[in-house]
């Protein structure tokens, strides 16, 4: 309760506390600190005799006493320059009364709590209530803190002394506590933040009323206009209560008045029910508080007993590792231990050979010397026979070391290591309900892989307790990746495009419902074509572009060039197909390579810097890209010749071949990125398509 007693100003407990319009209150001192009197300085006498009358005559409103505040910077919102740099000791600044009110307000002052000013009348400060009841109130509570601080013999002790205290001499009202000398020089100096607080005297303690305080008459409230008059009625609309004078022919003339008596036991009635709902509130609240210092106690509990249960996890994930690693590791030693082997027993072996080897050289060096042609002629059929058999031994196989200095083990940790930097806690406590539903089930029997493509199907293996809302189907990467969404829905079944050739891959699926998601099935792993199978793609193709054959035949109805493209993509493997001249006429320029999806369908295929190609004649052949020829190498093409192209995005280069010899050197190196097959032709020119060939193996740099 202490603080509801002390002067929002000073700090301390009330001395004369004076009400504000605004219902707080402050000490009169304090008050007459924070007042500001206006620029203009003293009014007239027929100024003051003026403003008198003006309030006796009019229909005042003692609550229009918060319209004053008009003029406030808190109140309005807006702020101005106030030429005489009024401010009140709270730091909120006091903004002079219009000029036709300036007459008439002598002062002002701003309350400290909610800012809000107002101007006092030709009274100043004695026109603000008394608040007998809050002095009084501080009254009981400065004689009841005395008698609870104070000795059996009367006499306050201080409160800062270790052993055998002494005396006080002072109290601090601002920290509530009794100082000895000492002790107050000490732990109170009057100086630094210190030297604003008060320090008086303690409270005398009469012998005999340590345990209450005496009873201290009050002599009834006054009317402020009418000094001699009791408080006998209550004006409701101002909310004050009032002299019998001031609701006869005062200003609350013609307000509603009632009797004070009448409207004392109304409000304590409703007083008494609003502290009855606060009390109901105040003991939920302090329940709250015990409820909160148990659960301290249990925060600590569960804290300790999770901490030992995660490191628990953690060490069990690490046992796992660390046996898994001895695992792998034996299988280096295994590895290392058959490569050290297989070197030293070929070691050994060449060690031999050339051992034989170089003592028939030196024998057949000593032979050479001899000058007896006879002699020499008896041997040399059969020294010639065992060098050319030794010479047999030494054949570039031979010379080949039969295992490799690197190990052919990889040990892929990628995936390993972002689910475990993905490891988290999962936020929230999973209650009872309907679970998230159950791990689906990869169908194996209709999974399948056709091409670059893979579809795949799956079913939920049991009955469960929440609708499943959809599935999601991951896949990762084609090297043992990260995964990614594919496909998010409700079928059941999903077809994937766009995949690598010559790639396997891992997919999985879940479900998941209004709870959350489920866990993952069982992966499964999908490998798609070795080689590509794919026809001409008439969506793409120049309007004289002329398609038959199932898409796999093509000519044009133009004696210009157009462009065809092929209806599958590479991006990494190698690949190879061929194209078969069916008719050539005139001897034009057929152009066979490969390009991007968006290259230039209008003119001869390698003009742009989206194709790479070889255009080829009856008797030669150029390379070109981006319009530039290169490589003129002999030799064409007639009806009945096929032209192969052999793109390796292993090694990132492009060949071609003519009749299933490589023609010229490797014409393209260093491709990077999606690539199509791409033919250019006029009108003298058809020919057909034809793929999933094996990929020649005797190429020529």
């Known amino acids: 309760m202490e603080e509801e007693l002390k002067c929002p100003v000073c700090g301390s407990l009330f001395k004369e506390p004076v009400l504000l319009p605004c219902s707080h209150n402050v000490c009169l001192a304090c008050a007459r600190s924070i007042s500001v009197h206006t620029p203009d300085g003293e009014p007239s006498a027929a100024a003051v005799q003026q403003s008198r009358a003006s309030a006796a005559s009019s229909d005042y409103d003692y609550l229009d006493v918060d319209k004053m505040s008009l003029y406030s910077e808190t109140d309005s919102g807006y702020g101005s320059y106030t030429p005489c740099q009024l401010k009140s000791p709270n730091g909120v600044r006091v903004f002079p009364a219009p000029q036709h009110q300036q007459m008439q307000r002598l002062c002002s002052l701003t309350c400290p709590l909610c800012h809000r000013s107002v101007s006092l009348d030709e009274r100043g400060l004695r026109g603000l209530p008394r608040n007998r009841l809050l002095e009084a109130i501080v009254a009981r509570y400065r004689q009841t803190r005395a008698a609870s601080a104070s000795s059996a013999s009367g006499t306050a002790k201080c409160q800062l002394c270790d052993r055998n205290p002494v005396d006080a001499s002072v109290m601090c009202e601002q920290c509530d506590v009794f100082y000895c000398n000492a002790c107050q020089q000490r732990c109170h100096p009057s100086r630094g933040p210190l030297a604003k607080h008060r320090l008086v005297p303690p409270p005398p303690q009469r012998p005999g009323q340590a345990g209450q305080p005496p009873a201290t008459a009050r002599k009834p409230a006054t009317c402020a206009e009418h000094e001699a008059e009791n408080f006998v009625m209550y004006c409701c609309n101002c909310r004050a209560p009032v002299c019998a004078k001031c609701a006869e022919e005062g200003r609350h003339a013609k307000h509603d008045v009632k009797p ?45 007993e999770f901490e030992a249960c995660l490191v628990a996890q953690c060490d069990s994930l690490i046992e796992a590792l660390t046996r898994q690693k001895a695992k792998l590791l034996t299988k280096v030693t295994k590895e290392k231990e058959y490569k050290l082997k297989v070197a030293r027993d070929q070691i050994t072996h060449c060690t031999m050979k050339l051992r034989q080897t170089t003592g028939m050289m030196e024998y057949c060096l000593e032979v050479l010397k001899e000058n007896d042609p006879s002699g020499f002629l008896q041997i040399s059929d059969a020294l010639i026979k065992r060098v050319a058999s030794s010479q047999d031994q030494w054949v570039k196989g031979n010379l080949e070391a039969k295992v490799g200095p690197d190990f052919q083990l990889t040990l892929n940790t990628d995936a390993l290591l972002q689910t475990i930097l993905q490891l988290d806690f999962c936020q929230g406590k999973v209650e009872s309900g309907p679970p998230v539903p159950s791990a689906p089930l990869l169908q194996l029997e209709k999974c399948c892989s056709g091409n670059n493509s893979a579809t795949l199907a799956w079913r939920v293996t049991a009955p469960q307790a929440a609708p499943i809302e959809g599935y999601i189907l991951e896949l990762d990467d084609g090297n043992g ?221």
């Open 260 to 304: 004070i008596a009448l409207m004392w036991k109304q409000h304590k009635c409703q007083l008494s029910q609003a502290l009855n709902s606060v009390s109901d509130k105040a003991k939920d609240a302090k329940e709250f508080l015990v409820h909160l210092k148990n659960m301290l106690q249990q925060i600590q509990e569960n804290g300790v």
């Open 481 to 701: 990746g990260q995964y990614r969404e594919v496909y998010v829905g409700k079928e059941t079944v999903c077809t994937v495009d766009g995949l690598h050739f010559n790639s396997v891959y891992n997919t999985r699926v879940k479900a998941y419902n209004a709870v959350g998601v489920g866990p993952y099935s069982k992966t499964v792993v999908l490998k798609t074509s070795d080689v590509a199978c794919f026809a001409f793609d008439p969506t793409s193709a120049h309007r004289d572009i002329v398609l038959t054959n199932e898409n796999l035949t093509v000519s044009c109805n133009s004696y210009d060039d157009r462009v065809v493209l092929g209806t599958a993509a590479f991006s990494k493997g190698v690949h190879y197909w061929e194209v078969l001249i069916d008719r050539y006429d005139n001897h034009p320029d057929p152009a066979f390579g490969i390009a991007r999806i968006n290259t230039v369908k209008d003119m001869m295929l390698g003009k742009d810097d989206k194709a790479w190609a070889m255009y080829v004649d009856n008797n030669r052949s150029w390379f070109m890209h981006n319009n530039s020829h290169t490589n003129r190498a002999e030799g064409g093409i007639t009806k009945g010749s096929t032209v192969g192209i052999l793109l390796d995005l292993t090694k990132h280069t492009l060949t071609f071949f003519i009749n299933k010899e490589q023609h010229g050197p490797t014409a393209f190196e260093n491709l990077d990125g999606v690539f199509v097959p791409a033919v250019s032709l006029n009108r003298n020119v058809q020919v057909t398509l034809s793929t999933g060939l094996e990929v020649p193996t005797d190429l020529k740099q």
